[in-house]
């Protein structure tokens, strides 16, 4: 079982606000943009990226 406060790609802390129990919409995520492309590059599992990772998949996607 991965640990759902730990970035699947990076492994340091994702800072997901859902994870950690606080109401919905208070998460760094909630008011990003995911593009499909990003989206096919995260794993299939329910934990989440950090942001850190979020940008560096734009930037190589160039999104």
């Given at each position: 079982m991965?640990?759902e406060?730990?970035?699947?790609?990076?492994?340091?802390?994702n800072?997901?606000?859902h994870?950690?129990?606080?109401?919905?919409?208070?998460c760094?995520c909630?008011?990003?943009?995911?593009?499909?492309?990003?989206?096919k590059?995260?794993?299939?599992?329910?934990?989440?990226?950090?942001?850190?990772?979020?940008?560096?998949?734009?930037?190589?996607?160039g999104?």
């Amino acid at each position: 079982m991965q640990n759902e406060t730990l970035c699947p790609l990076c492994g340091m802390d994702n800072r997901c606000g859902h994870a950690a129990g606080n109401p919905p919409g208070t998460c760094w995520c909630d008011n990003v943009l995911f593009p499909e492309e990003v989206l096919k590059h995260i794993p299939s599992s329910e934990v989440c990226i950090c942001e850190i990772c979020l940008e560096r998949l734009k930037r190589r996607l160039g999104r």
